[in-house]
């Protein structure tokens, strides 16, 4: 597919533009409107089609729970393995579309690793998760950055007490969750372990506080969040921090979301899955996978 098509979905995604800007400008690259209305389902996200775990798994429990942060209630969703045990922690922060079933997928794929797996819904602060991502894209702008941290970093918390939790915690998010994920290190004295993916870097001068092991995980073809990198790893390096980068060529910015055709990459999807599950048996403890 054409990069800037590509790129024009990317930039309406991350909410700098309307869906009718979007619509317009797609029809212009694409040549008429019936050439866009074709690659409309190659960008859009396509829930049903790449489910990988059934919601009713029954080598899995989920339930919707919910949890006190200094911003009030946040809910979301918990899975782990169905017999019962003690399991390392690992939280899970969504794109910018909330808590959807793409990412409750996900979710269940790491608890079948043998993880007890919390994905918030941080759209909770502004009155939750809506049932399309349209609604939910429009949403997320009226939700406060900072108030989503603080919530994320209530979360390691919930997570250590949880009855069957072992007190390990890691984190791993997505696209705006990879850039929630960097802030929970540099926040969060309790994470042990950070996956962001394709995220947004912290201030330089939060850098000293984290804690946690990182593995960092950027697209290859992703120039807005990639011009953070070379600072980042700058400020990792002189404060001594534990990380690991990949950068995987030829993927583009959500690579790993397999519900959208035109930039799921699967070789890179893949590969960085296999290296996330690795560092977190690693870091945490590795668990008895679900049978």
Not at 74 to 82: D, E, P, S
Not at 104 to 109: E, G, T
Not at 163 to 186: D, L, P, Q, W, Y
């Amino acid at each position: 597919m054409d990069q800037r098509i590509i790129n024009l979905y990317d930039h309406f995604t991350h909410g700098y533009m309307s869906r009718r800007d979007f619509l317009d400008q797609l029809t212009k690259l694409a040549g008429s409107a019936a050439a866009a209305a074709a690659l409309l389902p190659l960008l859009q996200n396509n829930y049903a089609q790449a489910a990988i775990v059934a919601a009713d798994d029954a080598r899995l429990a989920t339930e919707r729970v919910s949890y006190d942060s200094p911003k009030g209630k946040i809910n979301g969703y918990l899975a782990r393995a169905a017999a019962k045990g003690k399991r390392p922690a690992v939280i899970m922060i969504h794109e910018n579309r909330g808590l959807n079933p793409h990412i409750q997928d996900v979710a269940r794929r790491l608890a079948l690793e043998g993880f007890l797996v919390l994905a918030p819904d941080l759209l909770s602060l502004v009155g939750g998760t809506p049932p399309t991502d349209d609604e939910a894209r429009d949403l997320h702008p009226k939700m406060n950055r900072e108030d989503a941290i603080a919530a994320s970093v209530a979360a390691v918390s919930f997570m250590q007490k949880h009855a069957e939790s072992t007190g390990k915690v890691g984190a791993v998010g997505f696209c705006f969750g990879g850039g929630v994920i960097n802030r929970m290190a540099t926040d969060s004295p309790d994470l042990v372990a950070a996956v962001p993916y394709y995220g947004g870097q912290p201030p330089a001068d939060k850098v000293p506080a984290i804690r946690a092991a990182l593995l960092l995980h950027y697209a290859g073809i992703d120039d807005n969040t990639n011009k953070g990198i070379e600072a980042y790893e700058a400020a990792l390096k002189a404060n001594d921090k534990k990380y690991t980068l990949h950068s995987y060529p030829g993927a583009q910015h959500s690579f790993n979301n397999d519900t959208s055709a035109a930039r799921y990459h699967k070789e890179a999807a893949d590969l960085a899955w296999g290296r996330t599950v690795a560092f977190f048996k690693e870091q945490l403890g590795a668990p008895p996978r679900a049978t």
